[in-house]
């Protein structure tokens, strides 16, 4: 069974810079479609980015567009989450998950329930 683990996560100022990632092991995800969420306490998990299999294609929610960049390097099987000019609104723990529902697709799914697996999360605060 793949698990996703999440790391890079911490305590930053507004207007700081984290780069979070998410590394598969006991299953390559270099053919499926990745993303990345977030849940603040007391909300939904909510979307944040997300990436085809090949990195070819991305796509943000509006609020994190020309802040945060989501990459992969499937050789290392690892994917990646550049969050810049953080904001405190941003404080929340950030999940990767995997679509496996089918292989070499240029959907980016963009609900929870469209991704199989998913990793434990990693704490993202942001001070004001």
């Known amino acids: 069974q793949v698990q996703l683990v999440e790391s890079g996560g911490g305590l930053v100022q507004a207007g700081g810079s984290l780069r979070l990632s998410c590394a598969a092991s006991g299953r390559t995800f270099s053919s499926y479609a990745m993303g990345w969420f977030r849940q603040a306490p007391g909300k939904e998990r909510e979307f944040v980015a997300g990436?085809?299999?090949?990195?070819?294609?991305?796509y943000y929610a509006d609020s994190m567009k020309g802040r945060f960049t989501i990459s992969r390097d499937n050789a290392k099987n690892t994917m990646y989450l550049q969050m810049n000019s953080l904001k405190p609104e941003d404080t929340a723990v950030y999940y990767c998950?995997?679509?496996?529902?089918?292989?070499?697709?240029?959907?980016?799914?963009?609900?929870?329930?469209?991704?199989?697996?998913w990793g434990q999360g990693t704490q993202v605060t942001v001070s004001s």
């Open positions: 998950a995997a679509d496996f529902s089918s292989p070499y697709v240029p959907h980016i799914a963009t609900t929870t329930r469209e991704y199989d697996i």
């Open positions: 990436i085809t299999w090949s990195g070819a294609s991305t």
